[in-house]
């Protein structure tokens, strides 16, 4: 098939990129489009290409979906082809897509520009949508046990392993001297019993010492249902990072009691995000992995206090970034349900002010 001029509208529409030669596409895309975030994972064997794509709307994170898809290259062209496949996940309307791509440079580097498609009833195309993307990897990120790869690996053959050969025994020479036969056993001589050398017994160990009792600071609050996996260790490595950060705050809350109840999970995809969080400025929870189960445990704030602050700090980016989270506030009778982002370089923060019911 040819697409010459309609290729060539095409590009001449997305600006003044210079158009590349093919070159090797597989590996980890991010960009935007319309108001959403997008990341193509690619993977390539020869003209063929397989992959999944993870994208979600920029004002409303929750709105997102997973979906598998196949595609080729046209070398005739120089353009790669990409068609939406299956959904993995699909939180909101989210349909398939159809992506027509092609390389390009833009201020010295490398991206990729192209066209995207959105497919409705009845197998009709509607809303193309200009994109450009960036390759942040050179490998497809792999879902393991959510999306297997496309083109596995053959299984090694098995290495044959050589017969053993029966060991050559040297015949004496003929001037060697005859090896005397042993002497039979005399079975009816009796046999002494062996001596058992008896040991002295070993001492019993020192019974453990009790470690002492640790101080508890009254300034922390008071962590009521703590995690089967939590821990409190301190880690001034964790502490000293996190002040370094920026400071992002993410939500804000009032709140008219001092006993409060948090819940967090990971937002969206289960990807390995880890974090620890803070209670003004006192490390609580180090090394927590987010997911679908939460991490729950209730606070009573001090009075006296009217600003208090959860600091979520991430110590990764997880397999799909940045770090998420979905936190669900109980306060009394009133529930809240909030959600922050976290990055290597920002700290996400949510501000509670207690004010007290007046009497």
Not at 16 to 22: G, H, T, Y
Not at 309 to 330: C, D, S
């Given at each position: 098939?040819?697409?010459?001029?309609?290729?060539?509208?095409?590009?001449?529409?997305?600006?003044?990129?210079?158009?590349?030669?093919?070159?090797?596409?597989?590996?980890?895309?991010?960009?935007?489009?319309?108001?959403?975030?997008?990341?193509?994972?690619?993977?390539?064997?020869?003209?063929?290409?397989?992959?999944?794509?993870?994208?979600?709307?920029?004002?409303?994170?929750?709105?997102?979906?997973?979906?598998?898809?196949?595609?080729?290259?046209?070398?005739?062209?120089?353009?790669?082809?990409?068609?939406?496949?299956?959904?993995?996940?699909?939180?909101?309307?989210?349909?398939?897509?159809?992506?027509?791509?092609?390389?390009?440079?833009?201020?010295?580097?490398?991206?990729l520009i192209g066209q995207?498609?959105?497919?409705?009833?009845?197998?009709?195309?509607?809303?193309?949508?200009?994109?450009?993307?960036?390759?942040?990897?050179?490998?497809?990120?792999?879902l393991g046990g959510i999306?297997?790869?496309?083109?596995?690996?053959?299984?090694?053959?098995?290495?044959?392993?050589?017969?053993?050969?029966?060991?050559?025994?040297?015949?004496?020479?003929?001037?060697?001297?005859?090896?005397?036969?042993?002497?039979?056993?005399?079975?009816?001589?009796?046999?002494?019993?062996?001596?058992?050398?008896?040991?002295?017994?070993?001492?019993?160990?020192?019974?453990?010492?009790?470690?002492?009792?640790?101080?508890?600071?009254?300034?922390?609050?008071?962590?009521?249902?703590?995690?089967?996996?939590?821990?409190?260790?301190?880690?001034?490595?964790?502490?000293?990072?996190?002040?370094?950060?920026?400071?992002?705050?993410?939500?804000?809350?009032?709140?008219?009691?001092?006993?409060?109840?948090?819940?967090?999970?990971?937002?969206?995809?289960?990807?390995?995000?880890?974090?620890?969080?803070?209670?003004?400025?006192?490390?609580?929870?180090?090394?927590?992995?987010?997911?679908?189960?939460?991490?729950?445990?209730?606070?009573?704030?001090?009075?006296?206090?009217?600003?208090?602050?959860?600091?979520?700090?991430?110590?990764?980016?997880?397999?799909?970034?940045?770090?998420?989270?979905?936190?669900?506030?109980?306060?009394?009778?009133?529930?809240?349900?909030?959600?922050?982002?976290?990055?290597?370089?920002?700290?996400?923060?949510?501000?509670?002010?207690?004010?007290?019911?007046?009497?």
């Amino acid at each position: 098939m040819k697409f010459s001029l309609r290729y060539i509208m095409l590009f001449f529409l997305l600006g003044s990129a210079v158009i590349l030669p093919a070159q090797k596409i597989a590996g980890t895309w991010e960009g935007k489009m319309d108001g959403e975030f997008i990341q193509i994972n690619i993977d390539q064997k020869g003209n063929q290409l397989c992959g999944y794509t993870y994208d979600y709307e920029l004002m409303n994170r929750a709105s997102h979906c997973i979906a598998t898809f196949d595609g080729y290259y046209d070398p005739e062209n120089k353009l790669f082809f990409i068609a939406g496949k299956r959904f993995i996940e699909n939180s909101g309307s989210h349909v398939h897509m159809r992506m027509m791509l092609a390389f390009a440079k833009e201020d010295g580097r490398t991206i990729l520009i192209g066209q995207v498609s959105t497919e409705i009833m009845g197998g009709f195309m509607q809303g193309r949508v200009d994109m450009k993307l960036s390759r942040v990897s050179a490998r497809p990120q792999q879902l393991g046990g959510i999306v297997e790869p496309c083109f596995p690996k053959p299984p090694r053959p098995a290495v044959k392993q050589p017969a053993a050969r029966p060991p050559v025994v040297k015949q004496p020479a003929a001037t060697a001297k005859p090896i005397p036969s042993k002497p039979t056993p005399d079975v009816n001589k009796p046999v002494s019993p062996p001596v058992v050398k008896k040991l002295p017994p070993r001492p019993l160990p020192a019974p453990p010492k009790k470690p002492k009792p640790l101080a508890i600071d009254s300034s922390l609050p008071t962590i009521l249902k703590p995690s089967r996996n939590a821990t409190a260790l301190p880690n001034k490595e964790i502490v000293q990072s996190m002040k370094l950060r920026k400071k992002s705050e993410q939500n804000r809350l009032e709140v008219n009691v001092k006993k409060i109840n948090l819940k967090v999970y990971d937002n969206g995809v289960v990807d390995n995000d880890t974090v620890s969080i803070f209670y003004n400025g006192q490390l609580l929870l180090s090394h927590q992995r987010l997911s679908e189960t939460a991490l729950e445990f209730d606070i009573e704030l001090k009075d006296g206090v009217e600003r208090h602050e959860i600091i979520m700090y991430a110590e990764n980016l997880g397999g799909i970034p940045p770090n998420t989270a979905l936190i669900v506030v109980t306060a009394g009778d009133k529930r809240y349900e909030l959600r922050s982002k976290a990055s290597l370089e920002e700290n996400a923060v949510l501000i509670i002010t207690y004010k007290p019911k007046p009497f």
